[in-house]
């Protein structure tokens, strides 16, 4: 409020120094940030193409879309606090999915998952939050324990609630903590997990055939469960978002899911096994480095073939995402600026897909993740050069907020061009702001049976060694 106050005062201002009667002044839009884990041009491509993804090519009609610049590590708690904060990880001080903890007890060195209190850079909805827009956030990476917004946070740990059927003590859930009572109803248990990928026709398989496909080492032994689990904690972020929506809209409404990643890690797998077969073994590794350009250009063209055959086997994620995304635009502010953005993609690496440099043959740069801008003023422009750091001082200039000069990125100020939109504004600074909440140290207790299953997920996709 104050701050709408302060935008009409100095439109009054300036609209009475020009000498022209006062206009009311144009609303500020909300906006809507969907994150989309390792979302993938590599896989929307080919699916929108085909006609199986509507919700997208809706969106997309009309929407200033490019490759999104990612960095190594490509690890999403790093680069998703990135993207939250417009800075490099040694300003927000997330590193890694994990921290160990020398401390604890003396000699025991203990490994754990990170949490937002190490975060040391302010993120978008403080900031905004800060100056008067309301706030709602869902599974943002790195937001556990759940740190008062003007609004509510519903932090990065719904695998803490997984399988339960009534509240239950989880007091850093989310903020404000009575929330947590009126979300417990959508508690989604593994078996209403296991329906919801039935519903999206995630592979059908035994259990013992499922383990036997998605096993890649001892540690993906039960990885069956874990996708499930995964499904589940998104069917969190979808059922939550849409009755939170319901009952209005934030200034701010930033929410993440993660299914686009995880399967995206084995899931291809499930491509028609046929061609798998046959262009696989031709698509080596060593080929793509191959000191022959012809070979190279010709390997090239087969991963340009297997794409689309890849991208048909991750449709039941890609599917998930679409109808989040047509949930979405259903329960806001047709006005809003809505922005898809994934923190990298996938790409052809010794003999699968992947994002991180664990296997052999990986491309020399972080396969790019996907910018997808839609709203009042935003031009249909193909955005280049665009990457992590430039999200959070977009969302500022979107709302003539000042971009902080100690941010890394950019507002991408060239998407601001189409109708509706004045002529462009200057960029507006501020120095800093600051380092955001961090309210407690970093608690001295245990690992509880949660934390100790999320460290297990991390290791099943290779992150902890
Ligand atoms: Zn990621």
Redesign the pocket.
């Known amino acids: 409020m104050k701050n709408s106050f302060w935008w009409s005062a100095v439109v009054l201002a300036l609209a009475v120094a020009a000498g022209c009667s006062p206009s009311p002044p144009p609303p500020k839009p909300k906006v809507a940030v969907i994150g989309l884990?390792?979302l993938s041009w590599t896989f929307l491509d080919p699916l929108i193409a085909a006609g199986q993804l509507p919700n997208f090519e809706r969106l997309l009609d009309g929407a200033a879309t490019g490759e999104l610049e990612s960095f190594r590590p490509?690890r999403?708690a790093i680069?998703w606090t990135s993207v939250a904060t417009g800075k490099t990880m040694e300003k927000h001080g997330i590193t890694d999915f994990t921290f160990v903890d020398e401390g604890a007890m003396e000699e025991i060195e203990e490994v754990r998952l990170v949490t937002g209190m190490r975060r040391t850079a302010a993120t978008i909805w403080e900031i905004l939050g800060e100056l008067g827009y309301s706030i709602g956030v869902v599974n943002w990476w790195v937001t556990h324990p759940a740190t008062p917004v003007n609004g509510y946070l519903v932090s990065d740990r719904l695998k803490a609630v997984m399988n339960r059927e009534a509240v239950v003590e989880e007091p850093d859930l989310v903020y404000p903590p009575m929330l947590l009572a009126e979300l417990a109803p959508m508690f989604v248990s593994q078996t209403r997990a296991h329906r919801t990928m039935r519903t999206y026709d995630f592979p059908r398989y035994s259990r013992e055939r499922a383990e036997a496909m998605y096993a890649t080492s001892p540690a993906s032994q039960n990885l069956y469960e874990r996708l499930r689990s995964y499904v589940g904690q998104d069917r969190m972020v979808k059922d939550w978002s849409r009755h939170l929506l319901a009952k209005g809209q934030p200034d701010l409404f930033a929410a993440i899911m993660r299914i686009t990643?995880v399967f995206a890690h084995f899931g291809y797998r499930f491509a028609d096994r046929e061609t798998l077969e046959r262009m696989v073994p031709e698509i080596t590794v060593r080929r793509l480095t191959h000191s022959d350009a012809a070979v190279r250009e010709r390997t090239a063209a087969l991963v340009e073939e297997l794409n689309p055959v890849v991208a048909n086997a991750m449709l039941p994620a890609y599917k998930y995402a679409d109808d989040f995304i047509g949930e979405v635009l259903a329960a806001i502010d047709p006005s809003s600026i809505v922005i898809v953005v994934s923190?990298?993609g996938f790409a052809w690496a010794g003999g699968g897909y992947a994002?991180t440099q664990s296997r052999q043959g990986y491309p020399d740069a972080a396969p790019p993740g996907v910018i997808a801008l839609k709203g009042p003023g935003i031009s249909p422009i193909r955005i280049e050069g665009a990457g992590l750091f430039d999200i959070a001082p977009t969302i500022l200039y979107a709302l003539d907020e000042a971009v902080g000069r100690d941010m890394d990125g950019q507002a991408l100020t060239a998407v601001f061009g189409g109708d509706g939109a004045a002529e462009a504004r200057d960029v507006k600074f501020v120095a800093t702001y600051g380092t955001g909440l961090r309210q407690r140290e970093v608690a001295d207790s245990p690992l509880t049976e949660s934390e100790q299953e999320m460290l297990e997920d991390l290791r099943s996709l290779g992150y902890i060694r």
Request: proline share 0%.
């Open positions: 884990d390792g490509t999403s680069l990643d923190d990298h994002h």
